[in-house]
């Protein structure tokens, strides 16, 4: 069987309620992003017991749930949307499309027949979106303005989208770039404005980038900026929790949490030049890091030092000298 729900919370819950009832051969399995890739893995492991996936939205498309028969649909999802008033861009929980709708359902049945469970009325599946909103109209647009000025394509409000976004979604990306110094007060792109367009990441986190250069900390944003880039390395296992969190606190700093990540950074870093390749894994199993993380975090942090090198002025680039290791 196969749940969706909107979140982790949600799904933290709901595996406690259904732990309770004390079903006899019955698994209950999490399927959520923060997972660590152990605990996903035994989602496509064969087992003898009935099984029950509590699921986000990411079992729709992003993968494929092994011999699902049924679909439990609430018809609720997290969907990412900036708002304009507030400048925020949040994660709401908001009734889901037909289109999103279909696809939980196609999740069941692909062995032999199955049976989806929608908990919600007919008419509320009718009075749904056909499709979920397209991206472009519901994130901050800062980043496409930026990139179009850099390119010289024009007014980004003659430009033809297919889905032209709502004047109010450009007044805030142009106000946004106002404020980081991209474009002037004629909303023309600016020598920082051209920097940081060449850098492939948020204009904020490239604003970052670039007054690290300037204030000479450069290293340690560049290693701040490679870790808001992807996903927290952090793991917090559904029955280690308290474990885990012991074992987070000696990377957690009452100043900020961004020199927690530079904590973790160094620790990690320290070690790798130390410990073989299979003795850093057990290390960050030990410490409840995920390895892959780690590893994806260091590769994106030499990405962007490499681009820094590149893109920013002679007095503003990082030190030459690269950290390397032989992997073993």
């Not at 861009?89 to 499309?97: D, N, T």
Request: net charge positive; glycine share 6%; aromatic share 6%.
């Amino acid at each position: 069987m196969l749940v969706f729900l909107p979140g982790e919370r949600e799904i933290r819950d709901a595996a406690e309620s259904i732990g309770r009832r004390r079903l006899r051969d019955t698994e209950i399995l999490p399927l959520y992003s923060r997972l660590s890739a152990a605990e996903q893995d035994r989602i496509f492991r064969p087992g003898s017991q009935r099984r029950i996936v509590l699921a986000t939205n990411v079992a729709e498309t992003s993968l494929t749930v092994p011999g699902i028969r049924y679909v439990v649909d609430p018809g609720f999802a997290r969907i990412s949307r900036y708002t304009p008033r507030t400048r925020i861009q949040r994660l709401p929980i908001e009734h889901i499309s037909q289109a999103s709708a279909n696809q939980r359902m196609g999740r069941c049945g692909r062995v032999s027949e199955g049976v989806c469970v929608r908990l919600y009325s007919e008419e509320d599946f009718n009075r749904g979106p056909e499709f979920t909103d397209p991206e472009i109209l519901r994130t901050n647009l800062a980043s496409v303005i930026l990139q179009m000025k850099a390119l010289r394509l024009g007014d980004v409000q003659d430009f033809p989208f297919i889905d032209p976004p709502d004047y109010r979604m450009i007044r805030d990306g142009l106000a946004t770039l106002h404020e980081l110094g991209a474009i002037d007060e004629n909303n023309e792109i600016t020598e920082l404005g051209r920097l940081m367009s060449r850098l492939p990441i948020d204009p904020r986190l490239g604003r970052m980038i670039v007054e690290g250069g300037r204030e000479h900390c450069l290293d340690e944003v560049l290693v701040i900026v490679a870790a808001l880039s992807i996903q927290d390395p952090r793991e917090r296992p559904m029955d280690k929790q308290d474990a885990a969190d012991a074992a987070h606190g000696k990377f957690q700093d009452e100043r900020s949490d961004f020199l927690g990540l530079l904590k973790l950074w160094k620790f990690y870093r320290e070690h790798e030049k130390q410990l073989s390749h299979n003795k850093l894994r057990k290390l960050c199993k030990e410490n409840f890091l995920s390895f892959i993380r780690m590893r994806e975090w260091e590769e994106v942090y030499e990405q962007l030092r490499t681009l820094a090198f590149e893109v920013m002025p002679n007095r503003q680039r990082p030190s030459a000298r690269r950290h390397r290791r032989q992997r073993q």
